[in-house]
């Protein structure tokens, strides 16, 4: 099975829920509709782009974990579905209580493909220690909202104004963009 978002969110659906359970000894059947019907909930709110109510949220994935560790503690999370259930509650009261919508996807992708390009060009490669280091801080410069603000808007300005070179703001020029809601 893919592991993208589309096809989790497809394979989940009601749609298609009844005819994978129809392959499902009987014994079972109960438990697998419910783990289904559950993560389906969590992933089709996550993707969406719509506002959470973050306690009911929080009471859903808290249901699911007590609902795997009752009725199927033998399945174990991969990191996907453990971030998912365990963590983007989290990421969703930081977003202001805004669903990930395609962020998350996409953000997965180019993770994928930044940390590879990061080790490849832009990390020492004397040990895994040090190539791993300058990775991390890369991601986190990143990650930075300033940092990414910043690049938005020269990115912006270049298109804006061609024929005129970006140029560094000063600490004061980045805290007044910051008061203003125009940019």
């Given at each position: 099975?893919?592991?993208?978002?589309?096809?989790?969110?497809r394979?989940?659906?009601?749609?298609?829920?009844?005819?994978?359970?129809?392959?499902?000894?009987?014994?079972?059947?109960?438990?697998?509709?419910?783990?289904?019907?559950?993560?389906?909930?969590?992933?089709?709110?996550?993707?969406?782009?719509?506002?959470?109510?973050?306690?009911?949220?929080?009471?859903?994935?808290?249901?699911?974990?007590?609902?795997?560790?009752?009725?199927?503690?033998?399945?174990k999370?991969?990191?996907?579905?453990?971030?998912?259930?365990?963590?983007?509650?989290?990421?969703?009261?930081?977003?202001?209580?805004?669903?990930?919508?395609?962020?998350?996807?996409?953000?997965?992708?180019?993770?994928?493909?930044?940390?590879r390009?990061?080790?490849?060009?832009?990390?020492?490669?004397?040990?895994?220690?040090?190539?791993?280091?300058?990775?991390f801080?890369?991601?986190?410069?990143?990650?930075?909202?300033?940092?990414?603000?910043?690049?938005?808007?020269?990115?912006?300005?270049?298109?804006?104004?061609?024929?005129?070179?970006?140029?560094?703001?000063?600490?004061?020029?980045?805290?007044?963009?910051?008061?203003?809601?125009?940019?």
């Amino acid at each position: 099975m893919s592991t993208t978002g589309s096809q989790g969110r497809r394979f989940f659906s009601s749609n298609l829920r009844e005819k994978i359970i129809e392959l499902i000894p009987k014994s079972h059947q109960d438990n697998v509709r419910m783990l289904m019907k559950l993560y389906s909930l969590i992933l089709r709110a996550v993707s969406s782009s719509r506002m959470i109510d973050l306690t009911t949220y929080r009471k859903a994935t808290m249901g699911f974990t007590l609902f795997i560790a009752a009725e199927l503690p033998f399945v174990k999370y991969n990191i996907t579905v453990h971030n998912l259930i365990f963590h983007s509650c989290e990421l969703i009261e930081i977003n202001n209580g805004k669903a990930l919508g395609k962020l998350s996807e996409e953000s997965l992708k180019s993770s994928n493909k930044d940390v590879r390009d990061f080790r490849e060009h832009l990390a020492r490669k004397s040990d895994h220690l040090s190539n791993l280091s300058d990775i991390f801080k890369r991601l986190f410069l990143r990650s930075d909202l300033i940092i990414r603000y910043e690049i938005s808007s020269s990115i912006r300005k270049r298109k804006d104004e061609p024929g005129t070179f970006p140029t560094c703001l000063s600490e004061d020029d980045t805290l007044l963009n910051l008061l203003f809601l125009d940019n």
